[in-house]
């Protein structure tokens, strides 16, 4: 079976800093990988190249068996790959329901001349725009739905925020969607649910998952397949038990011990 | 000093009287100081002396001493605000607003008194050219200058008192003064387009009673006009708003209908209006429909895609170029001579063309050096139709004169000698350019723009091509300003390269920010009062006697707008959520809006009750 994303000996370099380093990474259909690693592993910069944000310094990035190489960020969210962002980037003063609806851009064809003349077609796009966005949203239970549709991003609490950008990646209609620390900030029994959400991510929608997280629990819960990363390296991968007993991950934590 | 510390510890008592003076003298003497400052330098700048011509009331004020006297009015109203603790005020008002009213107001007041010393004994006109004895002369009201000293003082004391006082007043009756104040000021203000509007419709009787035959009101019809809008003042109170939120309250179809019901009543309105109107205020309502097509134009670029493009002016300049090559017959090189309309067709396409070729390079860029670089295209663009050059092409410094008018299908031309049918098309291109916004906002393109503005990595992240979204927002932008410059070619019947400065890119923006950003009414709001009031950078406005003063006056308004009402006169929703996003917050969480999520599932049936509640209260 091939993979659907694959990245072939990826370096990405800061100055002098390998913040990736030939790193091996694959993503399969219907999969959810989970990447940890100490504070500046690499993780969020893994994130940042695959969706072309950061300039990649060698290396390749295949999606479902074609290179991502030189698209822009917008091309690669067009093939099919949704993200979050670790420190919650939402359109801050656009309503719920826009974020949801702008996030739909790729996907949907009317321009200016259906907005100005009011076309059938324009009116038949802006109605279905606005059903998916209501039932992604709904997907996160009473809570995003209803007045909020109409409140700015910005009055959200900070796990709806979460949510929302979720919401936001599923809008992209993506093949794969990844989440930079998902639960961060969460309280027990939100992550729990949030938790129990990125299972029926893959089971409801079909979506394959890459998950940054720090809270073991959770990617022991989530994870088919757990990739440890340090220093811009795999130092170990497979299921959560092997990689937990692993002694090379334990010392690269204790190492750095500054994480939970 | 001592005094200082009294209302600290007070502060858990039930609002008490605030002391007198003591209390923030220092903070009254800084103020007075500001205020004197103020008034020095708008007396030597020349305002005074330039506007005493203009009467507001007969025969005891000038516009020129208004402008003298507003500043120790607002120093003594402001030196009485207090911070207000959780929209809680301190201390009850009462007598000590009106002393330290009066008192900051004298020492604004012996700012003038200073001046008038100052006048008299020494020549400092070599760097101040304003430092004139018909300023001597204006301070000390034809006496001597010791007249002067003592009675700025007391002017300085009466009027800061005024100010101080309007504190005592209860919400009720505030609203009311300053409904009389504006009412007759703007009577003042409005009044060559009072007496010509009153003589398009036979009410001569009417504006000959109101008005002075030399200008300004009368003041027994002044304090007519006091107390009949003082009256309805407190008669009409709160009914604006409850109309407003009666409609606000409506259903769906039924508020769509209201709504399309009052701009069909607004367009009716400006349709029959210049009907009765004369030249003058068909040709002030012209210049004004002409910035307001610039305005939302440039609204759409900045206001909803947040490009900050300040070579706007290009795009008039190409639209006016190539429409006055395109229909005149003495243009230098090619001459068609086109009906204006298909013309108009060919301007659209090449201004679509310039957007594109300048945008294409700059788009790529973010904030402020997109904005240096757009202000550098905009001087490009003059700079190339003034060159000796194209001046095979363009005509150089001398332009290009004699321009036809607007040939509309034959049926009527279009040219400045008719200001009423320039208006009439101008409105035209307003209607258009505010369907265009209108439409425009509320689509996917639309959505995208905003984004962009939000935050430019992440949308493009979300799968928004950002430059092509961006370019479009700017040739959008662009086709809509070329439409104001055909029309202006038309208008004026000659274009040359310094009609396009710098400051007409600078004017349009200021009229954007100072209605409000992404506001269609805010924009329209804003040329009027801007361009209607002060005047354009070449057209004058109803204070024709500003016109020397108009930078001055763009640039107070400015700074005022973005210390008290950044989002805008008259804001949309949108952006006045942006800029009181803290406070919204917080009001948010004091309803109960912003549940705090823990155990959210069930929470979340409660908090809506909260909100409820707290919006039937
Ligand atoms: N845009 C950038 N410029 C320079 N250095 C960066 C940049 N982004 C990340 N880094 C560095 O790369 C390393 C990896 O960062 P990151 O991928 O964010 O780590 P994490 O695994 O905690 O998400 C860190 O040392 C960080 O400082
Ligand atoms: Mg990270």
Not at chain 2, 109 to 130: C, K, Q, T, Y
Not at chain 2, 346 to 368: E, K, N, S, Y
Request: proline fraction near 4%; glycine fraction near 10%; charge should be neutral.
């Amino acid at each position: 079976m091939t993979a659907l994303l694959e990245t072939r000996k990826l370096s990405v370099d800061f100055g002098g800093l390998h913040a990736l380093d030939g790193l091996d990474f694959e993503v399969h259909e219907g999969e959810i990988v989970s990447v940890i690693g100490p504070n500046g592993a690499g993780k969020t910069t893994l994130f940042n190249a695959i969706t072309a944000t950061v300039e990649r310094s060698t290396g390749d990035i295949v999606f479902e068996g074609v290179s991502l190489l030189g698209l822009d960020p917008n091309r690669v969210t067009a093939r099919g790959i949704a993200r979050t962002f670790q420190n919650v980037r939402l359109f801050a003063n656009m309503t719920v329901l826009e974020n949801v609806m702008v996030s739909q851009h790729c996907r949907t064809r009317q321009h200016a001349f259906g907005a100005l003349f009011y076309t059938p077609a324009f009116r038949r796009e802006e109605a279905e725009i606005r059903e998916r966005a209501e039932k992604i949203l709904s997907f996160f239970g009473p809570r995003l739905v209803g007045y909020r549709f109409d409140q700015p991003a910005f009055t959200l609490s900070y796990a709806n925020r979460r949510r929302l950008e979720i919401a936001r990646a599923m809008a992209t209609q993506p093949k794969l969607i990844l989440l930079d620390e998902p639960v961060a900030g969460m309280n027990p029994v939100e992550s729990a649910e949030l938790t129990q959400m990125i299972g029926r991510l893959r089971d409801e929608w079909g979506f394959a998952i890459v998950v940054i997280e720090h809270h073991m629990d959770v990617v022991r819960e989530v994870s088919d397949r757990v990739v440890v990363l340090d220093g811009g390296t795999k130092i170990a991968e497979g299921d959560y038990e092997a990689v937990s007993n692993d002694p090379r991950v334990i010392e690269a934590y204790l190492g750095h011990g500054t994480e939970t | 000093m001592t005094a200082t510390v009294a209302p600290e510890t007070a502060a858990n008592a039930p609002m008490p009287a605030r002391p007198a003076l003591a209390q923030d003298w220092r903070r009254l003497v800084r103020m007075g100081a500001v205020g004197a400052v103020a008034q020095i330098f708008i007396a030597l700048s020349n305002m005074p002396v330039r506007l005493d011509e203009r009467l507001v009331v007969k025969p005891i004020l000038s516009l020129g001493y208004l402008c003298l006297l507003i500043v120790p009015f607002a120093a003594g109203h402001r030196v009485g605000h207090q911070i207000e603790r959780e929209g809680v005020p301190q201390h009850t008002a009462g007598a000590h607003e009106v002393a330290g009213g009066a008192a900051c107001g004298a020492i604004a007041g012996g700012g003038l008194s200073l001046l008038a010393v100052l006048l008299a004994n020494f020549d400092l006109r070599e760097p101040l050219v304003n430092w004139s004895p018909m300023l001597a002369e204006l301070l000390a009201f034809g006496h001597t200058t010791g007249f002067a000293v003592v009675v700025w003082l007391l002017i300085g004391t009466a009027v800061g008192a005024a100010g101080g006082g309007l504190r005592l007043l209860g919400p009720r009756s505030q609203r009311a003064a300053v409904t009389m104040v504006l009412t007759v000021a703007g009577a003042a203000v409005l009044e060559p387009l009072v007496v010509d509007l009153a003589e398009g419709m036979g009410l001569e009787a009417l504006s000959d009673r109101l008005y002075h035959r030399r200008g300004g009101v009368n003041w027994t019809s002044a304090l007519v006009l006091a107390a009949v809008s003082g009256i309805l003042a407190v008669l009409g109170r709160g009914r604006m708003r409850q109309a407003r939120e009666h409609i606000a309250a409506l259903e769906g179809a039924k508020r769509t209908r209201t709504n399309l019901g009052l701009i069909a009543a607004t367009a009716a309105l400006l349709v029959i209006l210049p009907l009765f109107a004369g030249k003058l205020t068909n040709e002030l309502a012209a210049n004004v429909g002409l910035f307001v097509l610039l305005a939302l134009g440039l609204n759409i670029v900045v206001g909803l895609a947040g490009i900050l493009d300040l070579g706007y002016v290009a795009f008039f300049a190409v639209g006016s170029y190539t429409a006055a090559v395109l229909t005149a017959a003495t243009s230098p090189r090619i001459h068609p001579e086109l009906p204006w309309l298909v013309a108009l067709i060919i301007v659209v396409v090449v201004t679509g063309l310039v957007g594109l070729f300048i945008g294409a390079p700059v788009i790529r860029m973010r904030g402020d050096y997109l904005a240096i670089v757009t202000l550098g295209f905009g001087e490009i663009i003059r700079l190339i139709f003034l060159s000796d050059w194209l001046s095979g092409w363009f005509g150089g410094a001398q332009g290009i004169t004699k321009i036809p008018g607007a040939g509309i299908f034959g049926l009527t031309s279009v040219a400045g000698t008719d200001p009423r049918r320039v208006f009439y098309l101008v409105l035209a291109f307003c209607a258009i350019a505010i369907y265009v916004s209108w439409r425009l906002e509320r689509s996917r393109l639309g959505r995208a723009w905003m984004a962009v503005r939000e935050d430019e990595t992440v949308a493009e992240a979300m799968g928004i091509n950002t430059v092509n979204v961006k370019l479009l927002a700017f040739v959008v932008g662009a086709v809509l300003g070329s439409f104001s410059g055909a029309i202006f070619s038309a208008k004026v019947g000659s274009v040359f390269p310094n009609s396009f400065l710098i400051l007409v890119s600078i004017v349009i923006l200021v009229v954007v920010i100072f209605g409000g950003m992404g506001s269609i009414v805010g924009v329209i709001a804003g040329s009027a009062v801007l361009i209607g009031v002060l005047g354009g950078p070449k057209q004058p406005g109803l204070l024709a006697e500003f016109s020397e003063f108009k930078l001055l006056i763009y640039g107070a308004l400015l700074i005022w707008m973005m210390l008290a009402r950044p989002e805008g006169l008259i804001p949309s929703v949108r952006r006045s959520r942006e800029l009181h996003q803290q406070e919204m917050a917080q009001d948010a969480w004091l309803k109960g809006q912003v549940e705090d999520d823990n155990g959210s599932d069930n929470g979340n049936g409660n908090n809506n009750d909260g909100r409820q509640a707290a919006a039937a209260t």
